[in-house]
């Protein structure tokens, strides 16, 4: 598992109260991969009322780009919601966000969590 794979994890819900099996685009640095049991993942949602705000990045799954995602429909990643799980509660690899995407999402992030 790597930065910017998409990720099929129950999904803790803000409440606490429960989880859901959701897709998730894991935004933790590579490097930590090694030396942690956890990993953080920002949520991929299907509500796309969002998909215009900076702070979340619009997946089209009819582009090339957003195939290559695995994910079956148009999906907005927040940058918004952003939880750490371990990684035994990663189910599978769905795909991968393409170079061009993770850097659309790491500007997304920059403004989710007001970094220069």
Same mark, same amino acid.
């Given at each position: 598992?790597?930065?910017? /794979?998409?990720? $099929?994890?129950?999904?803790?819900?803000? @409440? +606490?109260?429960?989880?859901?099996?959701?897709?998730?685009?894991?935004?933790?640095? !590579?490097?930590? #991969? @090694?030396?942690?049991?956890?990993?953080?993942? *920002?949520?991929?949602?299907?509500? $796309?009322?969002?998909?215009? /705000?900076? *702070? %979340? &990045?619009?997946? !089209?799954? @009819?582009?090339?780009? +957003?195939k290559a995602?695995?994910?079956?429909? !148009?999906?907005?990643?927040? =940058?918004?919601?952003?939880?750490?799980?371990?990684? /035994?509660?990663?189910?599978q690899v &769905?795909?991968?966000?393409? *170079? #061009?995407? &993770?850097?659309?999402l790491d *500007? %997304?992030?920059?403004? =989710? $969590? =007001? &970094?220069?």
């Amino acid at each position: 598992m790597k930065r910017g /794979d998409v990720v $099929l994890v129950r999904f803790p819900h803000p @409440s +606490g109260q429960r989880a859901k099996k959701r897709p998730a685009v894991v935004v933790q640095s !590579d490097a930590y #991969a @090694s030396t942690v049991s956890t990993v953080v993942v *920002a949520e991929v949602t299907k509500n $796309l009322t969002m998909k215009d /705000d900076p *702070a %979340c &990045l619009f997946i !089209d799954v @009819s582009t090339s780009e +957003g195939k290559a995602t695995g994910l079956l429909i !148009d999906s907005v990643v927040s =940058g918004l919601v952003l939880v750490t799980v371990y990684t /035994d509660t990663v189910a599978q690899v &769905l795909g991968s966000l393409s *170079a #061009a995407l &993770l850097q659309k999402l790491d *500007a %997304c992030l920059k403004v =989710g $969590l =007001g &970094l220069p």
